[in-house]
């Protein structure tokens, strides 16, 4: 999910990065407020405040923690399945674990779908044994224990909504593709069940709303709008891929590509190069030997007084960071890697030297003028 790039790093567990994107904060302040000013002082009304508010605190830690626990049994089946998780990401709605590739067999996207539910249930089971060790002898950790014995299994269930991209709608569109052997068409079944939860949450949520309850009622109407959304990303991400796949970068490439010394100062790149050509990228070449790419977005970089001193060396990707295609490439794999590496276009290499560039736009004019034709 492209909107939650970034976010605060908080470490690494199994060699998968784990962050916080900003809109995890709502929630963590909602849940730890909820629980120290009604929730506890409801159903232990003897408690201090400051017992309640400590113990809401380590109850919403240990209810993200839960939530990462989630993600992170997704992850752990990926990754032994073969699929390199990017990173966990934390968020307003729970968590999201970025995968660099979509799994590729029905079989494994089932495994993987259905960890994180189980992890959460199994937790949820773990949490209500807590609570029965503990009732007699400690009563905020048994309150801590029942709450997030209660809302894992709450969060087991909700994953479990047959609608992609929820979990329940992979297992659903995993059963599906196994079936009848068609990735799109399933892809196509379980993000219009997708779309029709979110939808009865968008209107469930209205409803709410008129009936009063318009917090609660806003947040189901929000979710509801995620998921409708989510639904929608993903059936048009299966779509584009499936339309790229089978075609090759020499397709599409531009191949000629001007290029420029690495003596040229940023001003003559801007200038001479840049404005006059609506190009955004070059390859930096000398003795006909690559050193690296120059883009507008490097140019950018430097600030605007420095452009007459600085020169293209000093602006430009070096060719050992470069991430690079080849012609023979597959078109789905390229787009990939463009968003896996935040780039708008790559270099096409050929025997060591760049050959030509391919660039997010060429991918889009080669997907509209096949649309256009109805192929
Ligand atoms: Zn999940």
Known sequence: MAMLRGGIPLGTIFGISVRLHWSWFIIFFLVTWSLAAYYFPDAHPDWSR????VTALATSLLFFASVLAHELAHSVV??????????????VFGGVSQMTREPGQPEIEFRMALAGPL????????????????????????????????????LAVFNLIPGFPLDGGRVLRSIIWW????????????????????????FGGIFLVFFGNWIQGLWIAFIGWFLE?????????VALHDMLQGHTVSE???????????K???EQLVHDYILNSGRR??????????????????VKAIPRGLWAVKTVTDAMTPFDQLKWVQAGDDLSTVLQLMTDEDVNQLPVLQDGNIVGMVARDNLLSFINTRAELGM
């Not at 959460?120 to 007699?136: N, P, Q």
């Not at 068409?185 to 979110?198: E, K, L, M, Q, V």
Request: aromatic content about 10%; proline content about 5%.
């Open 50 to 53: 400051a017992t309640a508010v």
């Open 78 to 91: 990926a990754m032994r399945a073969g699929i390199p998780i990017h990173s966990i990401t934390l968020f």
């Open 119 to 154: 992890a959460s249930l199994a937790i949820g089971g773990l949490c209500w044994g807590i609570w029965w060790l503990t009732r007699d002898v400690n009563e905020p950790v048994a309150a801590v224990a029942a709450w997030l014995g209660w809302i894992n299994v709450v």
């Open 179 to 202: 079936r009848n052997k068609n990735l799109r068409s399933a892809t196509r079944t379980a993000t219009t069940i997708g779309r029709g939860f979110g939808y009865l949450f968008i």
């Open 229 to 237: 959304n989510a639904a929608v990303g993903s059936y048009r991400q």
């Open 252 to 262: 599409v490439m531009t191949r000629e590509c001007p290029r420029v010394s690495p």
């Open 264 to 266: 040229l100062s940023l």
């Open 281 to 298: 990228c070059f390859p930096v070449v000398e003795n006909d030997r690559p050193l690296g790419l120059v883009t507008v977005h490097n």
